[in-house]
């Protein structure tokens, strides 16, 4: 049995959020996802929080475990015999329990235009195949495993201290989309990544990539993007749009 | 009818990845005083023999080498974060692979040096 501490919030009943103890039995496979569905099924069924692959792969079910961002079904509970603190995702509206605002997050990966743009008409996209080497598809790949978790954001100070920053994973993709060889849409993406929302507002903690379960390393791609959103301003300068 | 918890100022202080983070960022602290002794030095040189010669004796006071030791250790740590991040940030692709980091990292240590070595020859004289 492990002493489960999950944090409650039942706006409902009440208005400020609380903490609830709950012993779980678990074995060495007994992941935290488990553990809550188990306190869902056997003993409160009034908790609410967000699963649905419990393999690493949609992005759901992020919590904080002690105080670290970490996916539900990637941790277990045998790594946490001491005892175990489950809240929200940190830095985001909390709605119910361990439900949080995802709004502020999707905003952000939405505005850095996440999606191929290129110039070409409809005719031809329809007749080419947009063939790409390894090394074209090496320059990218890593960042293009994002699963959209928002773990991320839970581990950024920044984020916490100025929601309006656009973050890890929308600058990653950003980034991403920037070093595709098939899209042309680094201009149009260019002008938001420059502004003071952009990577400049990332002072390098770091601990985004730590936490990333995907090993995606976000905080390279904010980073990188500096250096891209640097070359940008100059070669604007040059041009006398500046 | 969402409650959103706010950071406090002692966010950092939660856990060993931001403490990390906030030590790096302090060394700035120590080289702030030195780069401050440094200018001071500049303007004694600059007001004649005597100033100089005080800021001299200043310079070797047990605190103020102290405070400018713990500043070369600062920096030095600082320039162990900067080269571990230094190849995240800017990787040097040769086709499809990238040069492995540790390669880049030891590359900066070998300037560093060298940057040091050269340093000591130029002032070897007058140390
Ligand atoms: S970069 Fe990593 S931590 Fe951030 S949303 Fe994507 S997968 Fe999750
Ligand atoms: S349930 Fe899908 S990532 Fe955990």
Redesign the interface.
């Known amino acids: 049995m492990i002493n489960v501490k999950v944090a409650r919030?039942l706006?409902e009943q009440s208005a400020?959020?609380f903490v609830q103890e709950f012993k779980v039995p678990y074995d060495a496979s007994t992941s935290v996802l488990d553990a809550l569905n188990y306190i869902k099924e056997e003993l409160d069924p009034s908790l609410s929080f967000r699963w649905s692959c419990r393999m690493a792969i949609c992005g759901s079910c992020g919590v904080m475990a002690n105080?670290?961002p970490k996916l539900g079904c990637k941790v277990f509970l045998r790594d946490y015999e001491q005892g175990l603190l489950l809240e929200p995702l940190?830095?985001?509206?909390?709605?119910r329990d361990l439900i949080v605002?995802m709004d502020a997050f999707l905003k952000h990966l939405e505005a850095v235009k996440p999606y191929l743009i290129n110039n070409e008409t409809t005719a031809v996209k329809s007749a080419t195949t947009h063939q790409q080497?390894?090394?074209q598809l090496?320059?990218y790949k890593q960042f293009a495993n994002c699963i959209n978790c928002g773990l991320c954001y839970s581990a950024c100070?920044q984020f916490?201290?100025n929601p309006e920053f656009l973050g890890p994973a929308a600058i990653t993709l950003a980034h991403r989309y920037n070093l595709d060889s098939r899209d042309q849409g680094k201009a149009a993406r260019m002008p938001l990544l420059n502004t003071a929302e952009g990577p400049w507002a990332c002072?390098?903690?770091?601990?985004c990539s730590?936490v990333c379960p995907q090993q995606v390393?976000p905080?390279?791609a904010v980073?990188?993007s500096?250096?891209e959103s640097a070359k940008d301003m100059l070669i604007q300068l040059f041009k006398g749009k500046l | 009818?969402?409650?959103?918890?706010v950071?406090t100022r002692t966010?950092?202080l939660?856990?060993r990845?931001?403490k990390a983070?906030m030590l790096r960022?302090a060394t700035v602290l120590p080289l702030l005083f030195f780069l401050l002794t440094l200018c001071c030095g500049i303007y004694a040189l600059w007001q004649g023999p005597s100033q100089w010669q005080a800021w001299q004796i200043t310079m070797k006071h047990p605190a103020v080498l102290a405070i400018n030791s713990l500043a070369l250790v600062a920096s030095l740590y600082h320039a162990w974060t900067f080269f571990q991040?230094f190849p995240?940030?800017?990787?040097i692709?040769l086709?499809?692979k990238?040069l492995p980091a540790q390669v880049l990292i030891a590359g900066q240590w070998a300037g560093l040096v060298a940057v040091f070595v050269l340093f000591t020859w130029l002032f070897r004289g007058s140390l």
């Open positions: 919030y706006p400020a959020p105080g670290i940190a830095h985001l509206p909390v709605e605002d080497t390894p090394a090496g320059k100070p916490g201290l002072t390098f903690v770091g601990f730590d390393d905080a390279a980073n990188q500096k250096v | 009818m969402s409650y959103k918890p950071l966010w950092w939660k856990h990845a931001f983070y960022e991040l995240r940030v800017m990787p692709r086709g499809s990238t």
